[in-house]
């Protein structure tokens, strides 16, 4: 995008189209202003913490019982258990970041 492009775009909606990151003192908020969508922080932590707790629990059926569960579900090693596999690891990867960093949620 060009920036007279942008410029007449934030005249148009008022905002600059490109996501900002608007500082919150609970919660950092993430916010796209062109599409009026609000995504926190929260919510992603939340998401991660879920994904962490379905791959636990998945874990602990294969070490107590050599059942993978997500592979029952999906196939084993289809393109669908392959991405959770690679979701869950992500997760781990987004709540082990703020720790090495020494941020505190």
């Not at 939340?46 to 019982?65: A, C, D, H, P, Y």
């Not at 592979?71 to 596999?85: K, L, P, W």
Request: a negative charge; proline letters at 4%; one cysteine or more.
């Amino acid at each position: 995008m060009h920036a007279e492009d942008h410029r007449q775009l934030i005249d148009a909606v008022g905002v600059s189209p490109l996501a900002t990151v608007v500082s919150n003192p609970r919660l950092p908020v993430c916010r796209a202003s062109a599409v009026g969508k609000e995504f926190t922080m929260g919510a992603l932590n939340e998401i991660t913490l879920l994904l962490l707790i379905v791959g636990g629990l998945n874990w602990s059926l294969v070490g107590l019982f050599d059942f993978d569960l997500v592979a029952a579900i999906f196939g084993e090693m289809s393109a669908i258990s392959r991405i959770v596999y690679v979701l869950v690891g992500v997760s781990a990867l987004a709540q082990i970041l703020p720790l090495a960093k020494g941020d505190q949620r």
